[in-house]
C-alpha cells in the first residue's frame, strides 16, 4: 500500500490531535474517579416538594460528617440530585437519568411506596443498590435484592397502632381512614388484620383519593358509624390537615392515633389545635434514643428547623450506605449489597438497624403523643417477627 | 335528613369556590374565545400574596386582602399584555397554549420564591363556625357562598345594566363590529383580564383558610371548575355558576352515598355524560347571538 501526501497528513494531524487531548482525557478520568457518587431521586416539585426538601438535608447532614470523617475508601462522598416531581412517570424518568451514569455507585430512593413500585423494575435491571423510606410490606417482599427500606413497614405500624389503641387506650370500636395508593392501602390493610387478631375489627374502612379539598362525607361515616376510636395512614400532610380540621369541626373528638404523617413537622403547623391530644406512631421521635437525639440536635443546629422521619431515613440511609461500602472495600454493587445485609446493631437517627433477608432494617415504632403542638415520646414497641 | 343537610351545605360551599373559578373561565372565553389555563395561578398567586402581606409582613387583615387584590389586577394586565396581546391574531391554539406556559411559569415562579411549604392562611372570623341544629356552618364556606351571590348578582347588574357591561358583552359577541362602533376592543379585553384575574384572585383568598396556601391548590380547583364551565355551558356566566354548584353537590353527594375514593370520579363522569350528550352545557350557547 502507498502512502501518500494526504494520507500523511491526515495521520499526523490525528496524532496531535490524540496527544494534544489525551491529558485532557486523563485529568477527565481522574476528576470522574475523584469522588463516590450517590444518587437520589427527590420531589423537588409536586405535592410533597416540603419533604423533599427535608429527606436533601438529611442526607446532606450525614454526607458531611462522612466527609469529615474522611469519606468512603478515601475519597469524598458526592449526592447527586433528580426531581421526581412527587410523580410515578417523574420518578421512572429521574431514576432513569441517574442510572445512565455509570459511576453512581448507589441510590436514595423515595418515601413514597407509591413511587418505589413504580421504579422497582429498573432498580432491579440496573442491579445496585437504592435505599428508600416507604412503608408498603409488599415491597421487601417482591423479590428485588436491590431494595433496602430505611424505616419501620407498616406490617409493624399496623401491629403498634392496633396495640396501643386496643390495650393501651381499651378502644375496640374502630374506624380506620386511608389513602387510597399503594401506602394508605397496605397500612390500612395492615391495621385491619393486627385489629382482627386482637378481637377488635374495624367498624368502618374508609379510603379516600390524594389531594382531596373536603372531607365531609369521610367525617360524617365516621360520625355514623359510632366508632369510639380513629386509626389513620394519610400520604399527605396537606390533606391530613384539612382531614383533622373538619374532624374537629364536626364534633368527632374520639382518640385518634395515625401513621408517621400525623406527627410530621408540616401537619403539626397546618392542622394546629386540631391535632393537639392525638397519637402517632413515629419512626423518628426525638426522646427514644441517644442517636435519635445526636440526629436531632445536629439537624436543628444545621437547619433551624425542627427534625422530623422526612429527614432522618435519608440521614440513616446515607450514614449506613457509606459505612457498608467502606465495609464492603469496594463499589461493587454486590459486595455492597452483602455489606449492608450484614448491618447489624447499627445506632440510627430512625432506631437499631438490624438487617434481615429482605431487605428491612428495622423492626418496631415509637408511639408519640402530639401535647400542645410538641411531639413528646411515649414508647418504643419492638417485634421479634 | 341531618346528615343530607351537612352534605348539602358543604357542596353548596365547595361548588361555590368551583363557581368562582369558573366565572372567570367564562368571562376570558367570552372575550377572547380562548380557555385561560393559567386561571386556577391566579387564585394560588393571591393566595400566596396574602401570607406575604397578613402572615409575613404582619399588615392588617383587610388590608392585605387589598394589596393581593390590586396585585391580581396588576397580574390580569400584565398577563394580557406578555400572553395574550402579542398572539391575538393567531388561531386560539398558540393562545391556549401560551396561557398553560403561563401557568407553569406562574406555579414555578411561586415555588423559587417562597419555597415548597404549604402555609397556614386564618379566615376572616374569630369563630371557625356555627352549630345550627344539626347542621355545622363553616364560617369560611358561609362567606364564600355570600360572596358567589353578590358577585352573581353584581354580574348579572354590570352586564345588563352598565354601558361598560354593554360594550364587554357588545366585544365578547362581535370584535370587529363592536370596533366599527367604536368600542375600544383591546381595553375591553384588558379590562376582561383584569376581572378575570382578580375573579380568580379573589377565589383563593376565599379558599385558602380551607384549604391552606400551597402550590398545588389553584390547580386543583381549576380543573373542577373547567368541568363546571362546560357543564354550564362554555361562555355563559348563569351557566358557569350553575355548573360550578351541580358539581360541589354532586361529588359531595356521591362521596357520601357511593363511594369516598371516587368523589372526583363522580365530578368527570358528569363531564363525560354532557360532553357527550349536551356538549353546550345546561343552558346552551347562545349561537345566534354569536352569529
Known sequence: MKLTRRDFSAVLAAGIATSVSAPALLRSARAQGATIKIGMTVPITGPAAEQGKYAVNGAKLALEAVNKAGGVLGKQVELITEDDQTTNPGIVLAFSKLAAQSDIVAFLGSIRSTQVHAMAPDVLKLAKPVMFGGTDPNLTKLGNPWLFRFRPNDSYSGRVIADYGVKTLGKKKWAIVHSTDAFGTAGGKALTEALVKLDAPPVLDQGYANQSQDFTPVVLAIKQSGADVLGSYFTFENDLGIFARQLRQLGVNIPWVGSPSIVAVSSTKLAGPALFGTYGVADYAEDSSPAAKAFGKAYRDAYKIAPDNQGSWPFDAMTVLCAAVNKAGSTEPEKIRQAILATQKFPGAEGEYNFDKNGDGLHGYNIVKNEKGNIVFDKHIEFDN | ?291
Open chain 2, 1 to 291: 335528613m341531618d346528615l343530607a343537610l351537612q352534605l348539602l351545605f358543604t357542596g353548596i360551599g365547595i361548588g361555590s369556590v368551583y363557581a368562582l373559578v369558573a366565572l372567570g373561565f367564562v368571562l376570558i372565553f367570552r372575550a377572547t374565545n380562548v380557555v385561560n389555563f393559567a386561571q386556577g395561578e391566579f387564585s394560588m398567586v393571591a393566595a400566596y400574596l396574602m401570607v406575604v402581606f397578613a402572615v409575613d409582613l404582619g399588615w392588617p387583615y383587610w388590608l392585605s386582602f387589598l394589596i393581593a387584590l390590586a396585585g391580581m389586577a396588576l397580574l390580569g394586565v400584565i398577563f394580557n399584555l406578555g400572553v395574550y396581546y402579542p398572539l391575538r391574531h393567531r388561531t386560539f391554539l398558540p393562545v391556549i397554549i401560551a396561557t398553560i406556559g403561563a401557568s407553569i411559569l406562574l406555579a414555578n415562579s411561586v415555588l423559587a420564591i417562597y419555597g415548597p411549604q404549604p402555609q397556614v392562611l386564618e379566615g376572616w372570623f374569630e369563630t371557625p363556625g356555627i352549630q345550627l341544629g344539626p347542621v355545622y356552618l363553616d364560617s369560611q364556606y358561609l362567606l364564600i357562598i355570600a360572596v358567589t351571590i353578590v358577585l352573581v348578582i353584581f354580574n348579572y347588574w354590570f352586564f345588563e345594566h352598565t354601558m361598560l357591561g354593554k360594550k364587554l358583552q357588545a366585544t365578547s359577541q362581535d370584535k370587529e363590529m363592536a370596533s366599527l362602533l367604536g368600542i375600544s376592543v383591546s381595553s375591553m379585553i384588558m379590562i376582561t383580564f383584569v376581572y378575570s384575574a382578580v375573579l380568580g384572585g379573589l377565589a383563593g383568598l376565599l379558599v385558602a383558610p380551607i384549604l391552606f396556601v400551597s402550590i398545588q391548590m389553584g390547580s386543583t380547583i381549576a380543573l373542577k371548575a373547567f368541568a363546571a364551565t362546560i357543564i354550564g355551558g362554555f361562555g355563559d356566566v348563569a351557566g358557569a355558576i350553575i355548573g360550578g354548584l351541580a358539581l360541589g353537590i354532586i361529588e359531595t353527594f356521591g362521596a357520601a352515598y357511593i363511594s369516598v375514593p371516587y368523589k372526583d370520579g363522580f365530578a368527570f363522569l358528569v363531564l363525560v355524560l354532557f360532553l357527550v350528550f349536551r356538549p353546550q352545557g345546561i343552558f346552551g350557547e347562545r349561537v345566534a347571538e354569536k352569529a
